[in-house]
């Protein structure tokens, strides 16, 4: 089975290396460039546009659900990995705040969110469950997170998290 994912357009918090919250919007999408995703998508032959219930994910999908005519429907499981209290903030914004209570978190990733978020394992298990349902006549819009924690739960280990990133508007295939 082969499934798509797609991350979200750019945002301001990309841009100016900002933990995003679940309301950052996307910036402006040339049109040029909506209208070369929007025929990639066609020519995969997807039926359906899901999408993260995140403002930014939302915004993306219904560019190309719009130039497609196609609705787009929300996972909730398909959510960017929860970082707490580290959303809206810069990492040393974040450090000045909270300081020795991300130390677990930076120690440890894998077992350990930072205060109030979701550790990497945490995120892998949602990226296995996701799987387990996931449709090849669907397009997935989602985070670089979340679909990195995807490719590790189907490579079988949640190890390689660091070494994909995922630019935003790129369509990942997995396979």
């Not at 450090?95 to 930072?114: E, R």
Request: proline residues 5%; contains cysteine.
């Amino acid at each position: 089975m082969t499934i798509y994912m797609m991350r979200h357009g750019q945002t301001r918090a990309n841009m100016e290396k900002y933990y995003a919250t679940e309301d950052e919007p996307i910036l402006p999408v040339e049109d040029e460039k909506i209208r070369e995703i929007a025929n990639a998508v066609e020519e995969l032959g997807f039926r359906f546009i899901v999408a993260s219930p995140y403002l930014r994910v939302r915004q993306t999908a219904k560019l190309i659900g719009d130039v497609l005519k196609m609705p787009i429907a929300v996972d909730e499981k398909i959510h960017e990995i929860d970082l707490g209290v580290l959303e809206g903030k810069t990492f040393k914004e974040a450090y000045d705040l909270y300081g020795d209570a991300l130390q677990p978190w930076i120690d440890d990733p894998y077992t350990n969110g930072p205060p109030n978020g979701e550790s990497l394992e945490e995120a892998y298990q949602r990226a296995e469950s996701f799987l387990s349902t996931a449709r090849e006549d669907t397009l997935y819009v989602s985070h670089d997170g979340f679909i990195r924690a995807v490719l590790c739960a189907r490579d079988g280990h949640i190890d390689n998290f660091f070494r994909y990133k995922i630019e935003n508007l790129e369509i990942v295939r997995l396979k």
